[in-house]
């Protein structure tokens, strides 16, 4: 016939074969040249169930089958339904024994889904979430759920919950060893520093977290401070801590130091200058870190006693840091550098140059000069200012209650839950543009530039990363049958069959090459993962062939 109807297409796995490479063909022999053909693409494999008129359903339930798409595959297998199951089995969360439109896990993707789209309510993000499973027949009917719906459950998932999966999620993407990081010392350079995120302006927000600018509160929005500490390579996020708008950055940054020491031992950390103080350099130094940080006005760095009064051959001198003691004993050495920094002038010509102070507790200045210092220093705009600001783009326009970033919940428990999904969402983004430095592709990008220098975390897109994102959630690329560990064990039983199993494209960061191929010359083509599954393949056929 001259087409096939739009619909979903059914296939048992037993029909499917694998002839070569990019192709599978169902129930028989593959297709001659000139036959009609429907071409489509596997979305999820579960049981069928047959009705008496012959129409073939999925026995599964949609909520089990969402996944994160791209994302899922660098947060790891089942880690959401694993932490899920520990909350049940510790009483933070309440057992639901109906299957109904949502499940614990699905709100919780659902959640971090919402942070990557600022503009979508929760059914459209429910929408883009379950991707094509949406048009799958299931015996478990299911449809979008509404904005209400989401809320309840929502209101039924603490914090800690979200909290325990950002811990899961962060952590170093790429080597120490690769480009984009900066080692002093033999030691990696990280940042740390803070930011204030604007939330929805209500009662509950105000009260608890209070705002910032004014002295009677009257702040346009309230506000969530945040405590980061990033990687310079990668950009990646390796710790946060929440607090308060009127909570300190040096206290919370203190705490966490204090919590999980592991995060500072044998690496370096730069500060902005608000951050300076002897107890918060003392903690990292107790967790066996470095510091450098700025200086900022008032903080009294005297010279030493001495001829010298505390010089050093590469231009830095000794000093201390004040003991909130004032015992003598107590001092904090630290070494000085200064240095000065060109800004541009008020007109936008010519410049303005700064005296910039920083000090360090790094204090051989034959292993560490002064020049060393500085320009690690200068790393750190990159590691966390940088960072937040690809944060902050994710959720700019939120809810369409501002045009600038915010958080949309409308009460402090959701606010937490919805901070944590959102690091959760940008780290696992990061994760998703660092695994494509590993790719084929980003090899063969290297072979064609004239220095074969190797593409860096530091040139790819953020926003190209999180759009790809969004695009594998809605095309329903990863799903629970089609999970990496799955994959992985459906390959080594096939091999061992000698049977042949269809293969799904996997993440594509960079396309193929468009030119006509030759016998010789095959296309490049991406990645390929596994595909298998129980009983049946259920096949989104869209449109017309």
Not at 121 to 132: D, I, K, N, P
Not at 238 to 250: D, P
Not at 377 to 386: D, H, I, N
Request: proline share 7%; hydrophobic share 40%.
């Amino acid at each position: 016939m001259a087409g096939t109807p739009a619909g979903t297409l059914a296939v048992r796995v037993a029909d499917l074969q694998f002839p070569g490479r990019g192709t599978v063909t169902a129930a028989g022999t593959a297709p001659l040249t000139g036959e009609m053909t429907a071409f489509c693409r596997p979305v999820v494999t579960a049981p069928a169930f047959v009705r008496r008129d012959g129409t073939v359903l999925a026995d599964a339930w949609l909520p089990d089958l969402v996944r994160l798409g791209e994302l899922e595959a660098h947060l790891g297998d089942g880690v959401i339904e694993a932490i899920v199951d520990k909350a049940l089995r510790n009483g933070r969360l309440r057992p639901r024994e109906r299957r109904r439109l949502l499940s614990y896990p699905l709100v919780i993707r659902l959640v971090i889904a919402m942070t990557l789209l600022p503009g979508a309510s929760y059914a459209e993000t429910a929408r883009v979430l379950a991707g094509l499973l949406a048009d799958i027949p299931f015996t478990l009917d299911w449809h979008v759920p509404t904005g209400k719906a989401v809320t309840e459950w929502r209101l039924l998932i603490p914090a800690e919950v979200t909290e325990e999966i950002f811990r899961h999620a962060a952590g170093p993407l790429i080597g120490d060893d690769e480009p984009s990081a900066v080692i002093l010392a033999g030691m990696p350079v990280d940042a740390a520093d803070g930011m204030l995120v604007n939330l929805a302006d209500t009662p509950g927000n105000r009260a608890y977290f209070g705002t910032t600018g004014t002295a009677d509160g009257a702040s346009p929005f309230p506000q969530l401070r945040i405590v980061a500490l990033t990687a310079r390579a990668g950009r990646a996020i390796l710790a946060a801590a929440m607090g308060t708008a009127s909570e300190g950055e040096q206290t919370l940054l203190k705490d966490l130091a204090g919590k999980r020491p592991e995060l500072f031992r044998h690496r370096v950390t730069c500060f902005d200058r608000n951050f300076p103080g002897h107890d918060l350099i003392t903690a990292v130094l107790d967790a066996e870190g470095h510091v450098i940080a700025r200086a900022r006005d008032g903080i009294a760095l005297p010279s030493l006693d001495g001829p010298d009064r505390g010089w050093l051959p590469d231009g830095s001198r000794m000093s201390w840091l004040n003991a909130p003691s004032g015992r003598k004993e107590d001092r904090l050495p630290v070494r000085v550098t200064e240095h000065s920094a060109v800004l541009p002038g008020p007109d936008g010509a010519g410049g303005v140059s700064e005296a910039c102070t920083l000090i360090t507790t790094l204090l051989d200045h034959e292993a560490v000069p002064a020049g060393e210092v500085q320009e690690a220093y200068l790393t750190r705009w990159s590691a966390s200012e940088t960072t937040f600001g690809e944060d902050k783009s994710t959720i700019t326009g939120a809810g369409n209650r501002t045009s600038g970033p915010v958080l949309r919940s409308g009460c402090p428990q959701l606010v937490l839950q919805e901070a944590w999904a959102w690091l959760t969402g940008t780290q696992l983004t990061r994760a998703s543009a660092a695994a494509a430095l590993r790719s084929e592709y980003a090899a063969a990008r290297a072979l064609r530039r004239r220095d074969a220098a190797p593409v860096t975390a530091d040139e790819e897109s953020f926003t190209a990363a999180r759009r790809h994102a969004v695009r594998s959630m809605e095309t329903s690329q990863v799903t629970a049958t089609s999970t990496l560990g799955q994959l992985a064990a459906a390959a080594e039983s096939a091999a061992r069959a000698e049977l042949h199993t269809p293969n799904i494209p996997g993440r594509q960061r960079h396309s193929g090459r468009k030119q006509k191929a030759r016998p010789k010359f095959p296309h490049t083509s991406a990645t390929k993962q596994t595909f298998t599954g129980k009983l049946q393949v259920i096949v989104y056929a869209p449109g017309r062939c």
